[in-house]
């Protein structure tokens, strides 16, 4: 048996939000992801999905109250950790955020990390709960 299920890589990021069924939709019209798979229990529940953008999987499910105070609201507002995916087109994908109603965070940007390193085009956004995410186009590898 293979210890990393197909499609899967080895660290599979969930979030919770309050409405699950809105943000799985709002992902799609504003990231670009595709959802995979959606497991509802009760009407307006996700007790499980799979959202894929390129190779990468992300899950998301509903706040419950066997899961609680899971979201950056239910945190006094704030994220504690953020999202990072690389994209293809970092200013197309920004826009398209930005037109979905994202807060962008950070206008995108080029940072050159070094002769040794690389240099990367990236933007901050949050998403319509809150969840902080950085997305990344790799402009150029050195060293």
């Known amino acids: 048996m293979k210890p990393v299920p197909e499609g899967f890589s080895r660290i599979s990021p969930g979030l919770f939000y309050e409405d699950a069924p809105k943000a799985i939709d709002w992902l799609e019209k504003a990231f670009g992801f595709q959802t995979r798979l959606k497991v509802e229990g009760a ?20 706040v419950t109250p066997k899961f609680p105070n899971r979201t950056p609201g239910a945190a006094g507002g704030t994220s504690a950790c953020y999202l990072m995916v690389y994209v293809d087109d970092v200013d197309a994908h920004c826009a ?38 950085w997305f990344a186009q790799r402009m150029s590898s050195k060293g």
């Not at 307006?44 to 509903?62: C, D, Q, R, T």
């Not at 965070?105 to 690389?118: A, F, H, M, N, S």
């Open 43 to 62: 009407p307006g529940i996700i007790v499980h999905s799979e959202l894929v953008y390129g190779e990468a999987v992300i899950l998301v499910n509903s």
């Open 96 to 133: 398209r955020a930005k037109a979905a109603g994202a807060r962008i965070t950070q206008e995108p940007k080029t940072t050159d990390y070094g002769e040794d390193y690389w240099t990367d085009r990236g933007y901050g956004a949050e998403d319509l709960e809150g969840h902080s995410w």
